[in-house]
């Protein structure tokens, strides 16, 4: 049996395939870069406005709760603006 070779396009697409991965990865772990980044600020400020080690479980609960609020809020934002990018590309 001879061994087929892959063809011009399909090298192509996958040389596409590939960058489109490492592209992803590289975004994601810049993302988490930022995350913890914001994190710790976060983590920082609260630690300001709740210095005393007693009310350390209510910070804890108002840090969750302001984390919480603050991912459903850009996650709803940013689904509304890619609904409406593709919105207007297919218009286009």
């Known amino acids: 049996m001879t061994e087929q070779k892959?063809?011009?396009?399909?090298?192509?697409?996958?040389?596409i395939e590939i960058l489109e991965k490492v592209s992803s990865l590289a975004?994601?772990?810049?993302g988490?870069?930022?995350a913890l980044a914001w994190n710790d600020a976060i983590k920082d400020l609260f630690a300001?406005?709740?210095?005393n080690p007693d009310n350390n479980l209510i910070a804890k609960f108002v840090y969750a709760l302001f984390i919480?609020?603050?991912?459903?809020?850009?996650?709803?934002?940013?689904?509304r603006v890619v609904n409406l990018a593709k919105k207007k590309l297919d218009k286009k």
Not at 27 to 30: H, L, S, V
Not at 68 to 79: A, I
């Open 27 to 30: 975004t994601a772990g810049f």
């Open 48 to 51: 300001q406005l709740f210095p």
């Open 68 to 79: 919480t609020s603050l991912v459903v809020l850009v996650t709803v934002q940013l689904g």
């Open 6 to 15: 892959p063809t011009h396009e399909e090298k192509k697409s996958l040389k």
């Open 32 to 34: 988490l870069v930022a």
